[in-house]
């Protein structure tokens, strides 16, 4: 089997959620049975919404560090349990010493086949995967809907970046109804289903509390990994 490396930190609790995302996708009878991985969690890499939107500086040299860390470790393919740090795959793939698959593309494959009646998404992401254009360039353009701006700001984003949102530990009701409000919006826009778009989003919200598919990129990505992994070499 190959060896799978997780490029995270961004941040530290959507990281280990991940692993546990590929440990799901990998049932196993013992311990020895799972596939290798090896993760480099490094929380000092920049915000990447903030460097998108022209608020500070670029998290790519740091990423690239992580990713070189990680081909040192001896990872193999390399998935990057951050949905806006996609904004700089491109860069990582001409760069770095790894072989990277997209949970964008790993999603598209997974649309066409699981879900072949929805043709609108609602995106729960950051504003800096908006102004991107990470979904329109990953999936086909016609599917995307976007919150409204006052939606984005004060719900989507404080839900993840607010004083009480996830990324400041909060798991509780607060960010998951702020969450449920624009999805709800998103549904009256006509999406027919919801997408995490940042891997903060399912540590509080899954199919559970919508009454539409809940469509997880980081599921989807942990399975892709595992498998490509269980190819070999």
């Not at 995106?123 to 976007?146: M, N, P, Q």
């Not at 709800?184 to 919508?210: D, M, R």
Request: net charge negative; hydrophobic share 45%; proline share 7%.
């Amino acid at each position: 089997m190959r060896t799978i490396g997780v490029l995270g930190g961004m941040g530290p609790e959507a990281t280990a959620d991940f692993f546990l995302r590929l440990l799901e996708a990998d049932p196993c009878a013992r311990d020895q049975d799972h596939v290798h991985v090896i993760i480099e969690s490094d929380p000092s890499i920049p915000d990447r919404t903030a460097f998108i939107l022209g608020r500070g500086p670029d998290p790519f040299p740091a990423m690239l560090k992580a990713a070189e860390r990680l081909a040192a470790a001896g990872a193999e393919i390399t998935g990057i349990p951050c949905m806006t740090a996609h904004a700089f795959l491109p860069r990582l793939r001409a760069q770095a010493p790894l072989s990277f698959l997209s949970a964008l593309e790993a999603m598209e494959e997974a649309l066409e086949r699981d879900y072949p009646g929805v043709e609108k998404l609602g995106i729960l992401g950051t504003a800096g995967s908006k102004a991107a254009g990470i979904y329109e360039a990953g999936l086909k353009d016609s599917r995307i809907l976007w919150p409204g701006e006052a939606d984005q700001r004060e719900l989507v984003m404080e839900a993840i970046y607010g004083e009480k949102g996830i990324k400041a530990g909060n798991r509780g009701e607060g960010p998951r109804t702020l969450l449920l409000k624009a999805a709800a919006g998103l549904k009256a826009k006509g999406a027919q289903a919801i997408v995490a778009g940042c891997t903060e989003v399912p540590l509080v919200l899954s199919q559970e509390h919508l009454d539409i598919p809940f469509v997880d990129p980081m599921r989807i990505l942990a399975k892709a990994l595992v498998a490509l992994a269980r190819e070999g070499r």
